[in-house]
T-cell receptor
């Protein structure tokens, strides 16, 4: 079983709609979470990171983190066709192993 | 800003062949990573290195070797290429627990 699980595998939302993506780690050592976005044919680029319980907002993007359940979610409001991409969640530990483990991704399609 | 350069961009090899992929970064980052990405899928960690001459295995290390002889470079060797290994190999670097930057990838095709 993958250490970082993402759901759903794919998501279609209408332009202007809200997209919600989920990610959970099964490794209790992790405490840093990252969201990366990868447009088709390009390399992943970091979108947002979160290390503390609660919520963080940057423009149309909001991430939540619940450290007790090792669950993070990414919400995109007023989705645009340019948001269509593969969204990758990653987790790392602030001490111990230096690994950065990615999930299998959520493919988001925003329909005009 | 820095850059991560991966060579070659495209690599075609024969089944059973030993193939080497190279990665250079000028960020002066300590940590470097090799990931494999199958079409439309997530990233799987092959090897990572926290400093020069250090090597740590990821979950997908079987069938691969790695080398970090200099801080700025990290190479990956496919020891015996298999047809089910066709994928994009991504090199990345970071300072620990900060943003990871990726190269543009090497696309491997095995014939």
């Amino acid at each position: 079983q993958q250490k970082v699980q993402q759901s759903p595998e794919s998501l279609i939302v209408p332009e202007g709609g809200m997209a919600s993506l989920n990610c959970t780690s099964s490794d209790r050592n992790v405490d840093y979470f990252w969201w990366y976005r990868q447009h088709s044919g390009k390399s992943p680029k970091m979108l947002m990171s979160i290390f503390s319980n609660g919520e963080k907002e940057e423009g149309r993007f909001t991430v939540h983190l619940n450290k007790a359940s090792l669950h993070t979610s990414l919400h995109i409001r007023d989705s645009q066709p340019s948001d269509s991409a593969l969204y990758l969640c990653a987790a790392s530990a602030s001490s111990g192993s230096w690994q950065l483990i990615f999930g299998s991704g959520t493919q988001l399609t925003v329909m005009p | 800003g820095g850059i991560i350069t991966q060579t070659p961009k495209f690599l075609i090899g024969q089944e059973g062949q030993k193939l080497t992929l190279k990665c250079q970064q000028n960020f002066n980052h300590d940590t470097m990573y090799w990931y494999r990405q199958d079409s439309g899928k997530g990233l799987r960690l092959i090897y990572y290195s926290i400093t020069e001459n250090d090597l740590q295995k990821g979950d997908l290390s079987e069938g691969y070797d790695a080398s970090r002889e200099k801080k700025s470079s990290f190479s990956l060797t496919v020891t015996s290429a298999q047809k089910n290994e066709m994928a994009v190999f991504l090199c990345a670097s970071s300072i620990r627990n900060t943003e990871v930057f990726f190269g543009k990838g090497t696309r491997l095709t095995v014939v």
